[in-house]
């Protein structure tokens, strides 16, 4: 949602398998009986990551708040630590939540604001990438890059994006208040009731000059998003610049922060041969 993180979900994913897979299989990996010229002898992982264990029986006896030391919190902030130490901002540790509501997104249906968000990589800011059309963002007054500074009062400080993403889902009918920073520097609290996100991603409209008189050889196409319903959403556009004779396209694709990578592929595949 969410590089940046513009957050292209199914890429993020691939890139997490490709980096931590791969030192993994360096790791983990047997040797066939040979031995190449620069190898490393693989330390034994129950010796080499006993100490984890030992900190968290520690943890586990003497915390100060023991109710907070659960299994869970420990594999999540070990995972995570690991991922952060390799000091590499192209992979990233996607928890299981933010797994199934990347998959919910590219889906094209959830309950939510109806909102993209990014995280600016200068000011580590919570922003606002693009609310999609009719959706209760957008309906509420959200727009493309407003600074998100707190969600329910919550200041989104040291957030990450899937932290974000996290607090402002949440039921149909439900209400969420943003606090907003907008690009005119106006900051207010913008409440949103959530709602069920249908929708389309693939917009085709006429072109207009700046006499606000129709340009009749040329066809726009925006595409907000790649999910399951982009694919048939740009057929129908495509057959619709077909039928119309326009002789030039606008493929607009400013504001889209990604998506499904199989989605992606076909929606590429229309305008190649073979």
């Known amino acids: 949602m969410w590089n940046t993180v513009k957050l292209s979900l ?25 031995s190449s010229a620069g190898s490393a002898t693989v330390p034994n992982s129950s010796t080499q990551f006993g100490i984890l264990d030992e900190i968290a029986d520690i943890l586990k006896d003497d915390f100060v708040n023991p109710a907070a030391v659960t299994d869970e919190a420990l594999q999540q902030g070990s995972i ?20 199934q509501s990347g998959f919910d997104l ?14 600016d990589s200068l000011t580590g800011e919570i922003v606002i990438v693009t ?5 209760p963002a957008e309906e509420a007054g959200i727009r493309p890059g407003d600074a998100i500074l707190a969600v ?49 991603t693939v917009f085709f409209e006429e072109v207009l000059d700046e006499n606000g008189e129709v340009v009749p050889e040329l066809a726009y196409i ?29 493929l ?3 504001l889209n922060p ?14 190649l041969d073979g």
């Open 222 to 250: 925006e595409i907000q998003q790649f999910t399951e319903r982009t694919i048939d959403g740009m057929r129908e556009a495509l057959k619709e610049v077909e039928e119309g004779g326009y002789s030039g396209l606008i």
């Open 106 to 119: 590219i889906g094209g249906t959830f309950e939510g604001i109806g909102a993209t968000v990014d995280q």
């Open 258 to 271: 990604g998506g499904g990578l199989d989605a992606t592929v076909q929606v590429t595949s229309m305008f």
């Open 10 to 34: 199914g890429l993020t994913f691939v890139a997490l398998i490709v980096a931590f897979g791969g030192a993994l299989g360096f790791a983990l990996g047997e040797n066939d009986g040979g």
């Open 152 to 200: 329910d009062g919550e200041s989104t400080e040291g957030w990450s994006v899937q932290d974000a993403v996290s607090q402002i889902r949440g039921p149909d009918g439900s209400t969420v208040t943003l606090t907003v920073r907008h690009t005119d520097r106006e900051t207010e609290d913008v409440a949103i009731v959530r709602g069920t996100i249908v929708f389309p």
């Open 131 to 135: 609310p999609f059309r009719g959706s």
């Open 80 to 99: 995570q630590g690991i991922i952060d130490e390799l000091g590499d901002p192209h992979t990233v540790y996607i928890t299981p939540e933010s797994y």
């Open 252 to 254: 607009d694709l400013r």
